[in-house]
């Protein structure tokens, strides 16, 4: 084995080595230096053949080969290494200077708005708000209200009925009939004040009337309670909900578990009272039925009747959300159409997403 071809070996290797330009390339090097027939592995098996006067200094020359292409090969690697790291990062920054995507959030449903309206407005009265149960008593929904079995006033409160073992039970016509738990409730037989807010069962389907409705009810018990807090009462209520403008009106009126009885009016707020299709060209529109509390009902319902008054009022939510966002079909409240809920977000609530 001659010098000379230790000194081409290495000048291959050199030139080799200059032109990797891929780590693939890099690799084929290995295996043509040192794989199992590499150029250097077949220089140490040489060993052998040399003369043992030379065998040092040949070995020291294939380890010095040896050498160079190891500490080349692991520094070009490491370089490779290194550059498709630091694509991969770049092609991976993030720009956290770009603006987010906008969230879009939902809109409170009419019916969620004007029952909190409503509540708000009688909490700062010094009401609480009392929530009963959708599934009724025949005797919470009619008895105690004054209202016995075969009475008329049951017609215009069909609703639906429950069946068998549970067959005096029926999805609540009305709301009252939180009056009834409310007062049972109340063991101490303390003065109350108190509106119930919640959905009512009947059987109705037009465009005015729905199976299922809202109604908000109220009641306040105590001593020395009088017809003039009940009209006090309405008629700052029905101002702040359709406006200060709003005049009211009391007409005498029937219900079983009030008496006397009223219904009231408010002044057009379409046509301010001039007469229009809203108010049929009277004037008016009836939005509450109310009254003092009847005796009977406050004797059922555990309270001295010689000692407590009370006046109650009951009145549509639908019908005030009609009103108030002009809405002409109560189908289309029930009718869950986003189209139709967006309308009531309110402006700073809705973010657009591009
Ligand atoms: N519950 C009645 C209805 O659904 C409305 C009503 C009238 C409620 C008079 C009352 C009231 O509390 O005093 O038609």
């Known amino acids: 084995?001659?010098?000379?071809?230790?000194?081409?070996?290495k000048k291959e290797l050199q030139e080799d080595l200059q032109n990797v330009k891929t780590e693939t390339f890099l690799n084929e090097l290995k295996v043509k230096y040192l794989g199992k027939k590499g150029l250097i592995t077949e220089l140490n098996s040489e060993i052998k053949n040399i003369p043992n006067e030379e065998k040092k200094s040949f070995g020291m020359a294939v380890n010095e080969i040896r050498n160079l292409f190891n500490t080349s090969y692991d520094e070009k690697l490491k370089a490779f290494k290194e550059e498709e790291l630091n694509k991969k990062l770049a092609s991976e920054t993030i720009d956290i200077t770009l603006p987010s995507k906008k969230i879009k959030r939902g809109s409170l449903h009419p019916m969620t708005l004007i029952t909190e309206e409503f509540e708000d407005l009688f909490v700062s009265m010094g009401y609480t708000v009392y929530e009963g149960p959708e599934i009724e008593s025949d005797e919470n929904c009619f008895q105690k209200l004054n209202i016995p079995k075969g009475h008329p006033a049951r017609d215009a409160q069909d609703t639906f009925y429950l069946k068998d073992e549970f067959e005096n039970f029926l999805l609540r016509s009305q709301t009252s009939t939180a009056q009834v738990r409310a007062m049972e409730e109340n063991v101490e037989k303390k003065p109350l004040r108190i509106v119930c807010p919640g959905k009512v069962y009947r059987r109705d389907e037009d465009a005015t009337h729905s199976h299922q409705f809202m109604q908000i009810e109220g009641l306040v018990i105590d001593e020395n309670v009088s017809m003039a807090d009940l009209k006090g009462t309405l008629e700052l209520f029905c101002k702040k909900i359709l406006g200060e403008k709003t005049e009211?009106?009391?007409?005498?009126?029937?219900f079983p578990f009030t008496e006397p009885s009223v219904e009231v009016d408010v002044s057009c707020f379409k046509c301010q009272g001039k007469g229009c299709n809203l108010c049929k060209q009277t004037g008016w529109i009836e939005v509450l039925g109310a009254g003092m509390v009847h005796p009977n009902v406050l004797q059922m319902c555990g309270y001295d009747p010689k000692k407590y008054q009370g006046f109650a009022f009951g009145t549509g939510l639908d019908r005030f959300a009609m009103f108030k966002y002009g809405i002409p079909d109560i189908r289309t409240i029930y009718g869950n159409d986003i189209r139709f809920i967006e309308?009531?977000?309110?402006?700073?609530?809705t973010y657009e997403i591009k």
């Open 248 to 254: 009211v009106r009391f007409r005498p009126s029937y």
């Open 1 to 9: 084995m001659s010098n000379e071809k230790l000194e081409k070996i």
């Open 343 to 349: 309308q009531f977000a309110r402006k700073d609530d």
